[in-house]
């Protein structure tokens, strides 16, 4: 739309400026933040003519409403490489406002914004949110570090203990009350991660119920070998049950701890190969719409190279796609290590059994240990039985992960 078309629009005298579910918008900066190109729609939602937009700040935009710790995060995952989505409220020329999601990502000589309509049940938390931190800058003179230092706490509280997870969760939710409100069908690629991310987390919890369990079966095998030692000479069945099971509750305790539940361990990196693949996906499915959206203002740019933005975004659209791919397989290839550990893992307990059938029969000619001996040996029967259906359970979760990336 010219600028003479937007002149014609009907706009209201306050309140939001006109912005339909169905559009998307773009604009191009450079690396200092100056506008180099858009499309029509961001034109004419801004009411900026293209003559007032180019060179300028994209802060000309900007809405007193918004809270300077927003940007102080959107900046520094910028410089770092890193692609990043935020709800922003904007303010165009004429006063009115208007809210987006916006995902911004590094490209060639600076970074292309890319923005749709909020219309999930978290935006209207998130706006909240917003108002309060905007309070505590007036009030506490909070500097933007210190408000986005603010806001990550609150997010914390929120269940999002990284701002990405916040934005992956927000962009996908965004998306899918898109398409909703659209009509659209489901978005079935938002969905299978949606999964795996569930997956990921039961994935999680029964971990750590499984290293509960090795903690409390730790005693076990010590009060073993004290009985054998009075019993029978070293090397007896009972104190190689109390070697094995305590060897292997050992190790299994440390593998689990190093890689699936620690802060550094490959697991750990599953959930964050995974938001990071959904958001790469999600931004893939916003660029197509700008470049379709684009492509219907055809006759509506003298303002801008329409061959250089429909490159510039093929290239977008291919790196961000090769990087939700790239991270499938990651995650894949780690479900498939940790399936396989526990199917070891499995058989070696398993085989832990004809030796505690041996101590069984062991403890029935005892006259004065027997009794003791037998209730550990059941103790042991117990906490297997209960270990050996959670390295079931984990190894079904680990199989839907590999699967999903395979739908």
């Not at 997870?165 to 659209?182: F, I, M, N, P």
């Not at 919890?205 to 009985?227: D, G, K």
């Not at 061959?307 to 990087?323: F, G, N, P, V």
Request: proline share 3%; aromatic share 6%; with cysteine.
């Amino acid at each position: 739309m010219s600028f003479v078309d937007r002149k014609i629009e009907v706009r209201p005298s306050r309140g939001d400026a006109p912005f339909k579910l169905e559009e998307v918008f773009f604009s191009r900066t450079d690396e200092r933040g100056v506008i180099e190109s858009g499309n029509s729609v961001f034109s004419r939602v801004a009411h900026y003519d293209w003559d007032e937009l180019h060179g300028a700040p994209h802060k000309l935009i900007r809405h007193p409403d918004m809270p300077k710790g927003v940007f102080w995060l959107l900046w520094d995952r910028l410089k770092r490489g890193e692609s990043i989505g935020a709800y922003v409220k904007n303010q165009a020329k004429d006063g009115l406002s208007y809210w987006v999601f916006a995902v911004v990502t590094p490209c060639e000589g600076g970074y292309l914004s890319a923005r749709i309509k909020p219309t999930s049940e978290l935006f209207a938390t998130v706006e909240a949110e917003y108002a309060k931190l905007l309070t505590a800058e007036a009030e506490e003179g909070l500097s933007p570090e210190d408000s986005a230092t603010r806001l990550l706490e609150r997010l914390t509280e929120l269940g999002f203990d990284e701002y990405e997870k916040l934005s992956t969760h927000a962009l996908s939710q965004e998306l899918v009350a898109r398409d909703a409100g659209l009509g659209n069908p489901p978005n079935l690629k938002i969905k299978k991660f949606h999964s795996m991310l569930e997956s990921a987390e039961e994935l999680t919890q029964e971990t750590e119920s499984l290293v509960q369990e090795f903690e409390a079966m730790r005693t076990i095998p010590h009060n073993l070998r004290v009985i054998a030692s009075r019993i029978e000479p070293a090397g007896g069945p009972v104190t190689v049950l109390s070697q094995n099971y305590g060897t292997m509750s050992r190790d299994m305790s440390e593998w689990f701890e190093k890689h699936v539940l620690g802060e550094n361990s490959n697991f750990s990196a599953i959930k964050s190969t995974v938001n990071l693949s959904m958001f790469a996906e999600c931004l893939v499915s916003i660029l197509r719409d700008c470049d379709k959206q684009l492509s219907t203002e055809q006759n509506d740019h003298g303002h801008i190279d329409l061959e250089k933005e429909h490159k510039l975004l093929a290239s977008l659209i291919a790196r961000q796609a090769d990087k939700a791919e790239t991270g499938l397989r990651d995650v894949s290839i780690e479900a498939d290590r940790i399936l396989n550990a526990c199917t070891v893992m499995h058989r070696h307990f398993l085989g832990l059994s004809s030796t505690r059938v041996l101590c069984k029969i062991e403890s029935a000619r005892l006259s004065r240990d027997g009794e003791t001996l037998t209730t550990i040996i059941d103790q042991l029967g117990v906490f297997q039985a209960r270990i050996s259906a959670q390295l079931d359970r984990i190894g079904q979760l680990s199989t839907a992960i590999r699967a999903s990336e395979n739908d």
